[in-house]
């Protein structure tokens, strides 16, 4: 049987340097546990502009289609900038969520026991912090028509942008979120704006049915999006799976993952329907950005882009056990008190690079 | 010459409770300050519906247009929960904000000395903390046409609802920001999704045309929301002055107020064009809601209200010592250890009634 394959598209900034601390990890699975992929490489973001005058090449999107996982480093960088719209390195990004209709994000937000000080939180509001953020990710004001910037009837101009979401769009996703409660702690918190947006009612509505037609066992509360960020801040211990659309997921998973202090350790997957071989379509990203003011200089802390292939080991591969092998070598690396630069805190440490840091993940394996 | 004149919108919940001690400092400053108002009371919410069968009566609506400002309790409660959308105790809320054209909310976010213990962030971070968030409060997605449910292609349905940003709304929130910076430290972060949305581009591009043409003496940046969310977690006092939406004000709005961990406390004021006396027209709140597990029991605490209608002295009346003085007031009340029960903390003090609160602060006056 041909190995599983892999898209690794490193893109922009830290992306590449991050993406080569995965790169030893896959090799050490390959050699120590038989566990091999077909990796393959190609260009996204600001690298495949600089290229192909396009933030994602045609062929790069097929590629991506074709096999069982892609792994993203990070896009974007001041370069950039001055792009139009239409061709900036979040497209690329972007073209992929949709074509790919990776409806389904999760981002964890867990707060490990050595890192509990980087919060900006007290101490005993985060710490064995362990909660999931299930964003929609193909719909919604990200994608909705009619959407530009159009004259306007004073002689100005006006920026229209439209939320739309169809029932199917969130039974799916609220599926998502249900089956990991399942797997978790069995309750799930649906967030939106159902006392000013039509197309919150329809989504507190749906997620609801779903609820009652598919997951009664599971625990369903419903709150408003503003008061979903004031209770991250306020306890954010009393979530465990959280359902939301795609904006309000962008802002909360955000200020979830801060939450943490350290997004330097953040992965996210974002998940579609089921290939053929049975495998959800899939892309593994880490949460922090393309860092463009640390790039280049081994600053950068690999261990998001990492923990995001124990996601791919777990929610591609079937693979478990050895996403959980893979965290454990993480969370005994910070434990030994090896850091990056981000994770220098008052109580010291040993100070490495990012390639120190991927062998030392490799070494606790 | 006529007193200037109030409308007293008690509305639901906690609502009355809290204004009933607004009365007393009013009240004072009458007596003591010979600075008078004509104060006037209607029905707002629940409370409106009950009587009129809508959230706000036509007759309501006149009165709130005819006087010098409004200050409002709160809206909402379990009761109304069933209602239809178009007549929820919300629904009044918003149609004074529209019809009233009040375009600037403004939110201090401000972190009380005797009550830093209370945030659930780390007290180095959130001590002496104080901004102010200047929400569009008029258009955007609140507001914005299209918007429903309706029937979909699939037999299902889809929920619709427009964001929408004209130039002059934007230039016009915008020098309300500019503005208030002057007055504090000079600066202003604004902040949309200009990576995902047109409107988030003609916002930021308005925002900073605005500052080129009228405010280049105060320092402009341009942020991300969903980096917004994150910094404001992470390190809240890098801003002074925010500007943002409607919706991502609503968000950020509550995040930065529960920064200071006393909800309680915050006070709002909905601002809009100035009438023929040259005063703007005004709504002042406080920015929690109506907590109806706690009405009735003398439980509430009256601050965020007495200190809203503080800033209705400041901006409506131009009476920014005396809002000062009342400020002092309540800032001294709680370093003497006066309680309710949402301050009440480990380190104890004084539990009071709301009305003892009350009592309290005008002793102090
Ligand atoms: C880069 C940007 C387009 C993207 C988004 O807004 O979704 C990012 O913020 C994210 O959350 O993955
Ligand atoms: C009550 C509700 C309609 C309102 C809003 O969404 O604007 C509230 O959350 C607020 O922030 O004042």
Known sequence: MANPSLLILAGDGIGPEVMAEVKKIIGWYGEKRAIRFDVSEDLVGGAAYDVHGVPLADETMARAQAVDAVLLGAVGGPNYDVLDFSVKPERGLLRLRKEMDLYAN???????????????????IVAGLDIMIVRELTSGVYFGEPRGIFPD?????????????????????????????????????????????????????????????????????????DNGAMQL?????????IVTDNLFGDVLSDCAAMLTGS???????????PMANGRPKALYEPVHGSAPDIAGQGKANPIACILSFAMALRYSFDLGDEAAR??????????????????????????????EMGDAIVAAL
Request: contains cysteine; charged residues 25%.
């Open 263 to 273: 997004l330097g350790m953040l992965p996210s997957a974002s998940l579609g329907a």
């Open 153 to 225: 009837n004073e002689g100005g101009r006006v920026g229209i942008n439209t939320q739309r979401y169809t029932t199917e769009e969130i039974r799916r996703v609220a599926r998502s979120a249900f089956e990991l409660a399942r797997r978790r702690n069995n309750k799930v918190c649906s967030m939106e704006k159902a006392n000013v947006m039509e197309s919150g009612i329809l989504w507190r509505e749906e997620v609801q049915w779903v609820h009652d037609n598919e997951y009664p066992d599971v625990a369903l509360s419903h709150m408003y999006a």
């Open 106 to 124: 999760l981002r964890p937000a867990q707060c490990f026991d050595a890192l509990a000080d980087f919060s900006s939180l007290k101490p005993e």
């Open 326 to 355: 893979l965290e454990k070598a993480v969370e005994k690396v910070l434990a030994d008190g090896v850091r990056t630069a981000d994770l220098m805190g008052p109580e010291g440490g040993t100070p490495v690079t990012t390639a």
């Open 233 to 241: 801040v306020r306890w954010p211990k009393q979530f465990d799976v």
